[in-house]
């Protein structure tokens, strides 16, 4: 770029400052809050799907670095969808340096304001101490929430750590429960554990 490039660029810039200047004083002049102003700039619901479908597209098409530019804006605004893309192009280093401590942050994040995906990829990065040191408690916490939630994996794992004692007091007769509600699923390894350990498994199948 050379510099009457640079120049003509910083006088229209300069020209739109004034302009905002111009026409924000008014709107503070009829008592209009800056917080209005700040909420009147904002993209609209309709604006911002269309961005988080631009980010898909541009992911399916493996431009992952456009998809992250696009998706990044409406996570930081609470999109909760694009807060668990954003994570997992961090943790996979896709479009963007991989981060396992900020992918962390937004699947936690997502998952605090009930993303069930969130909760899951949270718990799993805990549990292997990624982003993060190994914490079975932690581990256990996001589990529960999607457990709670009906997520098989998620009820298998806590199984597994109420049989094991990891991160939660050692209680083989929850594991038990939740194998067997993971079972109800169709989960082949809670199938397996209960085959294993407890009542014959066909009491737990669906019907």
Known sequence: MCSSDLFIRSTLFAVSLLAAVAVSLPALAQGASVRDLIEQERPS??????????????????NYARAFELWLPLAQENDLAAMRNVALLLKEGK?????????????ERAGRAGLVSAQVNAAFMHLHGEGTAQDYKAASFWFHAAAIAGVP????????????????????????????????????????????LGPSPRVFRKD
């Open 153 to 196: 994996t998620a009820r298998y794992n806590l199984g597994v750590q109420y049989e094991r004692g990891l991160g939660v007091e050692r209680d083989p007769a929850r594991a038990l429960a939740w194998y067997a509600l993971a079972a109800q699923s169709g989960h082949e390894q809670a199938l397996k554990r209960l085959t294993e």
């Open 45 to 62: 619901a309709d604006q911002n799907a269309v961005r988080f479908n631009q980010a898909l597209a541009a992911y399916d098409n493996g």
């Open 95 to 107: 479009g963007v340096e991989r981060d396992l401590e900020r992918a962390l942050y937004f699947f």
